[in-house]
């Protein structure tokens, strides 16, 4: 650990750069006058996404560029674009078909704010736009990484990646998984997008191999680590804290780290996960403290998180 | 036009290519044995994509590229990208909280086959891959192209393409939509995908301003024909002929071409349209009638269809 680094004022000057290009990016309002329909869709995709979320992930894709000295520039829109996948996947995720959930961050969800055809368009814009801003036609992002970023956050976003991991979520409600399942699921459905974040943020570096293989091992961990936290949360917080209803998983008889494990187990097993992910750290070339701080504050704040 | 040029043998031969390529990149069946719900989210992504449809974009695509002499595999892999949005958009426009529509190229919809959770991840899922294919890791894609390649369709897949006009759509039915209107919608809903599919075909050959600025005409006057088309065929085929509900538009009060100017007219401005695209090809680079036959030929096609 680096005692001396202050999370909370690096995350403040980050979010202020965030929030900013988030709202720049996201669907703003037309110039000219537009039709009802799409100034609907375009205030569906911009509710979808700004004044909410910790921002967790493009955190650690402009944590990981600065741990790689990388072009801030690039990770701004790699963090912007992976943001907008996760955005993407709550506003379906909460849909009627889906989970149907109508609290999301303390405020009604997309499709009972807009209807649930706006929040399917506003979800599958919010995609397409997490593609549009990899691929600026400036020069500022040479187009060798524009290409490397789009191939990683599409693989994660997929059937390989975040939306298989919703759908062996989907058939596993009441099921007996096992650990090693389950681990595959969220491997799946959180793991994936929250290693992509990490890794598109190292690729704005050009990294070298072990340095990018040290990375993802961080971003795997992390993710597992995630979601090991988030079960713990389901059954010890409460939904005023979480800012969504807790206890949920239990109701849904969804398996669970901590209905596997138990509750004990599972704080010890986040515990694992974080000093995996700090020892990867060491691994990243020319590591040195400063560079890899935020990364590792990050990881830290994560699992000892209280929502 | 060019008398000679044989449209059908030439289909054939690009609908094999295509297909095999759409079979091997479309959620292959794992190798390993995987979550049950992973293997439904694949059958229903193949189920949606897999032996249906006119292939009218891919084959755009791959016309545009031999218009330009470029790069085959690049047209290949585009030319498959933009189908799997098109097949996305399918999806999700039959839900339940779109058009509700049972029926497709003659078989159930995929929310009907499969549920609508599935349907719901099964059209995310294509999304995501249409950006997989066009970002392979190995060199035969140059990256400068497939960064434009993503560029192109994601902007005409999002909020200002096909997702806007969509939204467009939602907000349009039982409103007196003009006939700038009417444009405006299905230049943004169908055109914009019509026309990037010609303009990703062409970008696998590298060409000049002019070459893209008339192949970029050339799409958006079959855009707007081929919507045209559509709404004539609505009130003068049947079901059966169409593989789809035919009078719906109607049943629906949506605003169409035909309803504002009647079906005569409409027919006039299709043909009007078909001449325009015709005449665009005269402006490509090194124009010869060999390169842009079957340009000229889907052209021809797709205004003389009867489904």
């Known amino acids: 650990m680096v005692p001396s680094f202050d999370l909370k004022a690096w995350t403040q000057e980050q979010a202020g750069r965030l929030e900013k290009a988030l709202s720049d990016w996201v669907a703003p309002p037309s110039q000219a006058p537009a039709s009802a329909g799409l100034q609907q869709l375009k205030e ?8 909410g979320g910790k921002r967790l992930r493009p955190l650690l894709a402009l944590a990981a560029c600065e741990a790689v000295g990388g072009n801030p520039q ?15 996947s709550l506003v379906h995720d909460d849909m009627p078909c889906m989970d149907n959930d109508v609290l999301r961050r303390g405020k009604p969800t997309v499709h009972v ?7 399917l368009l506003a979800g599958d814009a919010l995609q397409a736009l997490a593609f549009e801003l990899l ?10 990484t524009q290409a490397q970023l789009c191939r990683v956050l599409a693989q994660a976003s997929g059937a ?8 062996i979520d989907l058939a596993s409600v009441g099921l007996p998984l096992d650990a090693d399942q389950l681990r595959e699921m969220h491997r799946l459905k959180t793991g994936a997008l929250l290693k992509a974040s990490v890794l598109m943020g190292a690729l704005c570096g050009h990294p070298n191999d072990a340095t990018l293989l040290a990375l993802g091992e961080y971003g795997a ?21 979480l800012g969504k209803t807790a206890g949920k998983d239990a109701f849904h008889d969804k398996p669970t780290f901590v209905s596997l494990m138990g509750l004990d187990a599972s704080k010890a097993y986040a515990g694992q996960l974080l000093a995996r992910a700090l020892t990867s750290l060491d691994a990243v070339d020319g590591a040195n403290p400063h560079g890899t701080a935020a990364l590792r504050a990050l990881a830290d704040m994560l699992v000892n998180r209280h929502y």
Do not use: K, N, W
């Open 135 to 144: 691929t600026p036609a400036d020069t500022a992002v040479d187009t060798a």
């Open 113 to 119: 704010q807009f209807g649930e055809a706006q929040a």
């Open 160 to 167: 390989q990646g975040m939306a298989g991991g919703q759908a």
């Open 74 to 88: 690039a990770a701004l829109r790699a963090a912007c674009a992976v943001e907008l996948i996760h955005a993407y």
């Open 44 to 51: 569906a995709m911009r509710y979808a996404v700004l004044d």
């Open 221 to 241: 961990a992390i993710g597992l680590a995630f979601q090991v936290v988030d079960d713990i949360l389901d059954v010890t917080a409460d939904s005023a804290t």
